[in-house]
């Protein structure tokens, strides 16, 4: 089932996808680059690339993306810790992105879920 976002983009309302959610790898770049760009944060395929390398090697720092059935991913999501003074270190959301199809189906939603386990 489909409907139209703001924007007027075609945008899947079903509950059916099951989303798959996973540590995002190096070849995942590329993706994660056009899903960022849909939020208006354009940057290059080697300008992410190098980004995600640096952010898989860094401590308390995790990237994850969500897959939908054969699709393919269609977000992600950037978490690190942080020490805080006020309170426990606590986890924060350095980035998210769904792609603009699913942003109605909880894609997102799944990726915090992952996030938050």
């Not at 079903?14 to 590329?30: G, L, N, P």
């Not at 994660?32 to 720092?61: C, E, F, W």
């Amino acid at each position: 089932m489909e409907g139209r976002n703001a924007s007027g983009v075609a945008v899947k309302k079903s509950k059916t996808f099951k989303f798959q959610a996973r540590e995002a790898r190096q070849e995942d770049a590329e993706r994660i680059m056009k899903l960022s760009d849909q939020l208006g944060y354009p940057s290059s395929a080697v300008q992410i690339s190098q980004r995600l390398r640096k952010i898989l090697k860094t401590k308390n720092h995790i990237v994850y993306v969500a897959a939908v059935n054969d699709e393919g991913i269609i977000g992600w999501i950037h978490v690190f810790l942080c020490p805080l003074i006020v309170r426990e270190t606590t986890a924060l959301i350095g980035g998210l992105a769904a792609d603009e199809r699913y942003r109605l189906a909880g894609g997102a939603r799944r990726l915090v879920e992952k996030a938050e386990e």
